[in-house]
């Protein structure tokens, strides 16, 4: 009976048929040992000689890696295991090219990104798609489970949300357009006839510098609520983290086990997350030796400096006005602070949400749009959602590579997408 590898455990010692890819081979003498690929799981098939017949045999020690199988025979759990694998009885074998260009000697990045296409059947990244996939689900159930809609937004925009420094320009049948930084300005218009919408989506940042932690093209989740303020918005976001990470941890404790996580350290369930002011963190970073003035944003190191001063995620919160975006709210009493936050994520990561509550009034809003030199023509839409009905409200993005490249521990972002897009690279 053909079953698929979420079944298998319910058929432990059983005749089973399991379709898939021969992911590895090896063989000693009278034995071969096959690495199954199928539907994400590497489950080992043991061919015995004996059993099989010399021809059976030996067309498997033909077949190329990556070679497509059928594979019938026993499911066994050896004592003291945890892995099934299944005792070979028959095996039909499709075709495959012999030069499978990945092999199990070490390549370079570059090779690998080149070969990107095929280097997501290797076993680790396999288990960081997985991975991210399993985060991506969490984020929609937490957000559909609390009543949000999801409201997709458009990628060609006439206008820049986060600053106009990393746009990237299309030629729009002779108009300049721009491929969307984020979702959050028309998700803002989705909460007067949704309440709480979010957007999920690619966004493009004509990143420049070379880090392991940006890509050109990365997936925001952003969400974004009627009458909520800053404060609730924090709090959504510590609920938020809190259930996408337990949820993620759930289904996918195999795979952070196999990357070399303990699946323990990235739940915070029963912990409340730290809410630094700008100034408190300020301080903790000059501390730490580093030279910053009031009103600079943090640097690189100096977040992962603060980041490594925490166990659990935290925020800071109120960043002077100059170094945040256009449309965020000031603090009532404290014109000069932004009721504006970012979430670090501990050990050393550094920023894994932005969050803010958006400005409702219109004659601030377009203050802020002249002071930033932005084309008031351009965001007159934007700004037609503070004349007409305008409530506070906040809302905040993460992006699932930073989640994804938090939660497997692999040291560069270009891992947790299945096609990375980088300041060198936009193939395959
Ligand atoms: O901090 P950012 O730029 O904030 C916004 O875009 C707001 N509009 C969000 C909002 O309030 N709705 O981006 C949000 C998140 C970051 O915290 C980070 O996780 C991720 O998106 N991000 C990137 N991920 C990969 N590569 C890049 N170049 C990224 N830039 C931002
Ligand atoms: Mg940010």
């Not at 300049?176 to 998700?187: C, D, I, R, T």
């Not at 912990?271 to 630094?276: A, D, E, M, N, Y």
């Not at 050990?347 to 030199?373: M, N, P, V």
């Amino acid at each position: 009976m053909m079953i698929t590898v979420k079944q298998l455990k319910d058929y432990i010692g059983e005749t089973i048929s399991l379709r898939g890819w021969i992911s590895r081979k090896r063989s000693s003498g009278k034995i071969q040992f096959i690495q199954l690929r199928s539907a994400g799981s590497f489950i080992q098939i043991i061919c015995l000689k004996e059993q099989l017949g010399e021809e059976c045999f030996a067309k498997i020690k033909k077949a190329p890696v990556e070679s497509p199988i059928i594979v019938t025979g026993k499911a066994l759990l050896p004592p003291g295991r945890s892995e099934i694998e299944i005792h070979l009885e028959s095996i039909k074998i499709f075709k495959s090219s012999s030069d499978y260009p990945i092999s199990k000697k070490t390549h370079g990045p570059e090779f690998l990104l080149e070969h990107r296409h095929l280097w997501i059947r290797s076993q680790i990244q396999t288990k960081i798609l997985k991975i991210r996939s399993s985060l991506e689900y969490a984020c929609i159930c937490f957000l559909q489970q609390e009543g949000f809609y999801r409201m997709d937004a458009p990628i060609f925009t006439p206008s820049a949300c986060e600053g106009t420094t990393d746009l990237f320009e299309v030629d729009y049948f002779g108009s300049k357009a721009f491929l969307s930084q984020s979702g959050q300005l028309y998700s803002e218009a989705g909460i007067s006839c949704l309440e709480k919408v979010y957007t999920f989506g690619p966004c493009f940042r004509a990143e420049k510098s070379k880090t392991r932690r940006h890509l050109t093209e990365f997936w925001g989740v952003e969400p974004e609520v009627a009458w909520l303020d800053a404060e609730e918005n924090i709090i959504l976001q510590e609920r938020f983290i809190k259930f996408i990470l337990s949820k993620v941890v759930k289904e996918c404790a195999d795979e952070l086990i196999s990357l070399g996580r303990d699946p323990e350290s990235l739940i915070f369930d029963n912990q409340s997350f730290p809410v630094l002011l700008y100034d408190e963190a300020l301080e903790i970073v000059k501390k730490g030796g580093f030279e910053m003035q009031w009103g600079e944003d943090f640097r690189v190191e100096q977040e992962e400096y603060l980041s490594s001063q925490f166990a659990t995620p935290f925020f800071i919160f109120k960043y002077p006005v100059q170094c945040r975006a256009f449309y965020i709210e000031p603090a009532p009493d404290q014109s000069e602070l932004a009721l504006s936050s970012d979430c670090l994520m501990p050990g050393g990561f550094g920023e894994i949400i932005t969050g803010g509550q958006r400005t409702a009034s219109y004659d601030f809003l377009l203050q802020r749009i002249q002071e930033h030199g932005l084309s008031q023509q351009d965001f007159q839409w934007y700004l037609d959602l503070r004349k007409f009905g305008s409530v506070p409200h906040s809302g905040f993005g993460m992006g699932i590579e930073r989640m994804t490249r938090w939660l497997t521990g692999v040291k560069h972002i270009r891992e947790t997408i299945p096609f990375p897009r980088t300041l060198k690279r936009f193939s395959p």
